[in-house]
């Protein structure tokens, strides 16, 4: 008797103690939705930021490939005052005067023929443009499934905290319940120790969930530029989808997907490489005219011109050009290994995110049906326990299955959401 009553007490103590942690104040918490928390995390992150740097440098550099194409003008002028001040033999006296000078020139460089060099740098730097825009389209999806990722698990906490709440409220329902057939002599002590342990549980789980809510909202926080804690807010935009054409997305990313366009523009940029490199065997032609004038005065200025035509050939420089081909070659061939191996991985992606979101669908299907049953055999066993008919372990059983039923739920949403993130980064849309 002793004991029981000193379990009671640590139990009850433990309740209390639990229940006087004090709850955050949701309301004073600013609420964000997941099209809002989107579109911050876009504007915040870095590698968005580095990314957009990228397309500005790339469509900078792709300029240069029509300036190899046009002359090169240089012009120069120039203005010189000297002293001719000598002494004159014959007279024995000194002759002093002063001689100015004025120049300009203006010369024009085309380069004729540099053995397809410029068309394929051209080739290299369409390339090159092509793979930032794609690695930008890589990067946006990426931070959006990060943000969804972080999204979806603040809301599935959030979630948790309602459930967890919810257990407390049975919890102390069936203590009034076992105090007041304690009172009336028709139970016995421990129903309502065991009623206290399952409220002090209760109590423990909502810490706990308010705990992972507040490290999920300032993960949230962080990727959308926030200062202080938000709180995810489901909206219209989060649905479930009914029914999805798996080969006609999984054909879109194996053929139009962020990643794949990547790698493509990046064997593409090889392929020009190569003819670069090829380049180095041809001569280089180059046409050169220059006009200048010159004089003592601006009314006495005297024109003059010339014009070149020249030739160079590296003719042997030492086996250089042979390494830059085979080098390039080498390059080509890794660019297109890594294009087929994306297109297999990307496969593989697909099929595990599609039996994620398959599996998740039943689960949710299986915790709802879960939760409809054990809520009715919680409600059947707490009328049989006021009646006598049932123990208190029996009751405690049904709120476990109860609680268990709406957690399962909680993590097979979640679980579905991530999978669909997924596979609309991998396909490069929202699906």
């Known amino acids: 008797m002793i004991k029981s ?11 209390i103690s639990l229940g006087s942690v004090a709850e955050p104040a949701v309301s004073q918490i600013p609420t964000i ?22 397309i500005r440098i790339a469509q900078a550099t792709k300029l240069q490939s029509v300036s190899d194409w046009l002359p090169t003008l240089t012009g120069t002028s120039g203005w010189s005052a000297n002293s001719t001040n000598r002494f004159d033999p014959q007279t024995q006296r000194s002759v002093s005067g002063s001689a100015t000078s004025i120049n ?20 290299t ?48 329902r069936q203590l009034q319940v ?42 949230l926080a962080q990727l959308i530029g926030y200062d202080s804690e938000v709180r995810a807010v489901a909206d219209e935009s989060i649905e479930f989808i009914v029914d999805i054409d798996t080969s006609v997305i999984r054909a879109e990313a194996l053929e139009r997907g962020p990643q794949i366009e990547q790698v493509i523009a990046e064997a593409s ?5 190569v003819s670069i490199s090829w380049s180095d065997y041809f001569p280089t032609v180059t046409a050169q005219y220059s006009r200048s004038m010159a004089g003592a005065q601006l009314n006495d200025l005297r024109s003059s011109w010339s014009g070149r035509i020249s030739l160079s050939w590296n003719i042997f420089n030492g086996f250089g050009r042979e390494t830059s081909v085979v080098q390039a070659h080498a ?19 697909t099929t595990q995110q599609f039996a994620a979101l398959r599996s998740a669908t039943v ?69």
Do not use: C, W
């Open 5 to 15: 009553r000193i379990i009671l007490a640590i139990a009850l103590a433990v309740a």
């Open 33 to 54: 939705t997941l099209e809002e928390a989107v579109a911050l995390a876009m504007e915040h992150s870095p590698t968005i930021i580095q990314a957009e740097g990228d």
């Open 104 to 123: 300009g020139s203006l010369t024009a460089r085309y380069t004729l023929f540099d053995g397809f060099r410029r068309r394929a740098q051209g080739r």
């Open 125 to 172: 730097r369409s390339a090159d443009l092509v793979s930032t825009e794609a690695t930008y389209t890589s990067q946006e999806f990426q931070t959006s499934l990060q943000t969804k990722q972080t999204f979806f698990s603040a809301l599935a906490a959030d979630e948790l905290v309602r459930v967890s709440e919810t257990r407390i409220q049975r919890a102390e």
């Open 178 to 219: 076992s105090r007041d057939r304690l009172a009336a002599g028709s139970a016995i002590r421990s129903d309502t120790l065991q009623s206290f342990v399952e409220l002090a549980n209760a109590r423990l789980q909502l810490i706990n969930a308010q705990t992972q809510l507040s490290t999920a909202s300032a993960n």
């Open 269 to 273: 940029a090889a392929d020009a490489q």
């Open 331 to 349: 390059r080509q061939e890794t660019a297109h290994a890594r294009v087929a191996d994306t297109r297999r991985q990307i496969n593989a992606q």
């Open 363 to 431: 689960r949710i299907q299986i915790a709802e049906a879960s939760l409809a049953a054990a809520t009715e055999d919680l409600r059947v066993q707490q009328q049989r326990y006021r009646l006598g008919a049932a123990t208190i372990v029996e009751v405690m059983n049904s709120q476990v299955n109860v609680d268990q039923a709406e957690v399962d739920g909680v993590q097979a949403r979640l679980d579905y959401f991530l999978a669909k993130a997924q596979i609309e980064a991998i396909v490069g849309r929202t699906i």
